[in-house]
C-alpha cells in the first residue's frame, strides 16, 4: 500500500491506513498521512474495474462534473479527485487495481436511514441542489460508463438471462420474488415509454452517499457534500428522486432481513418531495414532474432485479457477507416496492 500512496503525495509518512465506509462495489481507505510534516486525511480507493469496465472514463466523467461544480459556484464541498505526481487521475498498480485519491470531509456523518422529515427535507434538498447544478452541463459530454445502468427494461433482459443460468437450489429459493418481479415487469416499459429527457445523474443517491455536519442538530441537519460520484452519467431524472425514495422512506435499510421493519413513512415521502422540488421544481418538464411518483416504485423494483439476479447467479456482483445476502436484500426490496406501489396516493400504477 505503501507505494501506491507515494504516487499521490510526496515522501508521506503514513500514519494509518483503514478501511472506511459500507459500499457495495469498491474498497475504500481512510489515509492519514504525514507530507511535509503537516497532518492530512485522504480516502484511498480501489476502483472496481469489474464493474467500471473502463475507469479512465469514470474518472473523465467526475473530472468533468467537479469542474463545472466549481464554475457554477455549487455551494456544497465538491468531491474534486487529487491526481497521482505524474498528473494521472489513476494509478494502475502491477496487480492490475486502479487506485485514486479524494478529499477527506472531516467533521460528517452519513445516515443509514433516515429518521426525521427534517433530514429527509435537507437530504432530497441537497441532491436536488446538485442535479440543479448539473442541468446546464451537457448530458452528452459524459460516457455512459456502465452501459444501461438504469434501462429497466434492460435490466429486465439481464435478469431473464440470468434465471436461465441461475443455480438450480437458488431458483427454489428465489421462486417467490422471481415471480414477483415479473408479475410487475410493466413498469419498466411504462417509464421508457415517457421518454423522459437526458440529463448528467448522479445515480447513486442513496442517503449513505451525502455527507452530513456531525456537529449539526438532528433537527437541523445540514449537508456538507455529495460523494460517490462513479455513476455520473446521462440518465433520467427519476433516477436520483428514486433512490432516495428507495433509501429514506422505509424505516429499515436494504440489509434488513425482518420484512416487518419495512414500513413506508408517507410524511418522508412528502418531505423528499418538497425539498426536491424546492431546486429542481422549475427545471423540470411537464413529464418529468408527472412522472416523479414513478420513481420510487420504478428504482426499488430495479434495485431487487439486481439483487435477486445477482442471488441467482452466485454473486458475482455486490459484496455479500453470507450466502442468502442478496436474496434477503432483494425480498427487502420487493417489500418495499408494494407498498410504494400501493401507499399513500402516489401510485397510480400497475
Ligand atoms: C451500489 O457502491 P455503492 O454501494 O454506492 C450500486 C448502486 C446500488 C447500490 C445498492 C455501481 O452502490 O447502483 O443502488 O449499490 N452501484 C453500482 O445499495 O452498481
Ligand atoms: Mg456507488
Known amino acids: 500500500m505503501e507505494s501506491i500512496?507515494?504516487?499521490?503525495?510526496?515522501?508521506?509518512?503514513?500514519?494509518?491506513?483503514?478501511?472506511?465506509?459500507?459500499?457495495?462495489?469498491?474498497d475504500t481507505y481512510r489515509l492519514e498521512i504525514r507530507e511535509a510534516d503537516q497532518p492530512q486525511t485522504w480516502l484511498l480507493q480501489r476502483l472496481n474495474h469489474h464493474v467500471f469496465r473502463q475507469p479512465e472514463a469514470v474518472m473523465q466523467n467526475i473530472h468533468l462534473v467537479a469542474q463545472h461544480l466549481e464554475k457554477h459556484h455549487y455551494p456544497l464541498r465538491i468531491l474534486s479527485p487529487r491526481p497521482t505526481l505524474s498528473g494521472q487521475w489513476l494509478f494502475c498498480?502491477?496487480?492490475?487495481?486502479?487506485?485514486?485519491?479524494?478529499?477527506?470531509?472531516?467533521?460528517?456523518?452519513?445516515?443509514?436511514?433516515?429518521?426525521?422529515?427534517?433530514?429527509?427535507?435537507?437530504?432530497?434538498?441537497?441532491?436536488?441542489?446538485?442535479?440543479?447544478?448539473?442541468?446546464?452541463?451537457?448530458?452528452?459530454?459524459?460516457?455512459?460508463?456502465?452501459?444501461?445502468?438504469?434501462?429497466?427494461?434492460?435490466?429486465?433482459?439481464?435478469?431473464?438471462?440470468?434465471?436461465?443460468?441461475?443455480?438450480?437450489?437458488?431458483?427454489?429459493?428465489?421462486?417467490?420474488?422471481?415471480?414477483?418481479?415479473?408479475?410487475?415487469?410493466?413498469?419498466?416499459?411504462?417509464?421508457?415509454?415517457?421518454?423522459?429527457?437526458?440529463?448528467?445523474?448522479?445515480?447513486?443517491?442513496?442517503?449513505?452517499?451525502?455527507?452530513?455536519d456531525s456537529n449539526a442538530s438532528l433537527t437541523s441537519p445540514t449537508p456538507v457534500g455529495v460523494i460517490d460520484l462513479d455513476t455520473v452519467m446521462p440518465g433520467i431524472v427519476l433516477s436520483d428522486f428514486g433512490d432516495l425514495v428507495r433509501t429514506s422512506t422505509s424505516l429499515a435499510d436494504e440489509d434488513e432481513a425482518d420484512l416487518t421493519?419495512?414500513?413506508?413513512?408517507?410524511?418522508?415521502?412528502?418531505?423528499?418531495?418538497?425539498?426536491?422540488?424546492?431546486?429542481?421544481?422549475?427545471?423540470?418538464?411537464?413529464?418529468?414532474?408527472?412522472?416523479?411518483?414513478?420513481?420510487?416504485?420504478?428504482?426499488?423494483l430495479m434495485q431487487a432485479v439486481r439483487f435477486i439476479g445477482d442471488y441467482l447467479v452466485g454473486d458475482t456482483y455486490y459484496k455479500v457477507k453470507y450466502p442468502t445476502h442478496n436474496l434477503v436484500r432483494g425480498r427487502n426490496q420487493l417489500a418495499l416496492f408494494a407498498q410504494l406501489k400501493n401507499n399513500g396516493g402516489i401510485g397510480g400504477i400497475g
Not at 264 to 289: C, V
Open 93 to 212: 498498480d502491477p496487480a492490475g487495481n486502479y487506485w485514486r485519491v479524494f478529499p477527506f470531509f472531516e467533521n460528517t456523518e452519513t445516515y443509514e436511514q433516515v429518521e426525521t422529515t427534517e433530514q429527509a427535507h435537507a437530504a432530497a434538498k441537497a441532491f436536488g441542489a446538485f442535479a440543479r447544478a448539473l442541468n446546464s452541463l451537457d448530458a452528452s459530454q459524459l460516457q455512459a460508463t456502465i452501459p444501461g445502468f438504469h434501462d429497466g427494461e434492460k435490466r429486465l433482459a439481464d435478469f431473464l438471462v440470468a434465471l436461465d443460468r441461475a443455480i438450480p437450489e437458488r431458483l427454489v429459493e428465489a421462486r417467490a420474488e422471481v415471480d414477483a418481479i415479473l408479475d410487475n415487469q410493466l413498469i419498466f416499459k411504462q417509464v421508457a415509454e415517457l421518454g423522459l429527457p437526458r440529463r448528467a445523474i448522479h445515480h447513486d443517491t442513496k442517503i449513505n452517499n451525502l455527507l452530513f
Open 261 to 300: 421493519k419495512i414500513k413506508f413513512r408517507k410524511p418522508i415521502y412528502d418531505a423528499l418531495l418538497e425539498g426536491f422540488l424546492s431546486e429542481m421544481g422549475e427545471l423540470l418538464t411537464p413529464a418529468e414532474r408527472h412522472a416523479l411518483p414513478l420513481a420510487g416504485p420504478w428504482l426499488t
Open 5 to 26: 500512496v507515494q504516487q499521490f503525495f510526496d515522501y508521506p509518512q503514513i500514519v494509518s491506513l483503514v478501511p472506511f465506509g459500507t459500499g457495495h462495489i469498491n
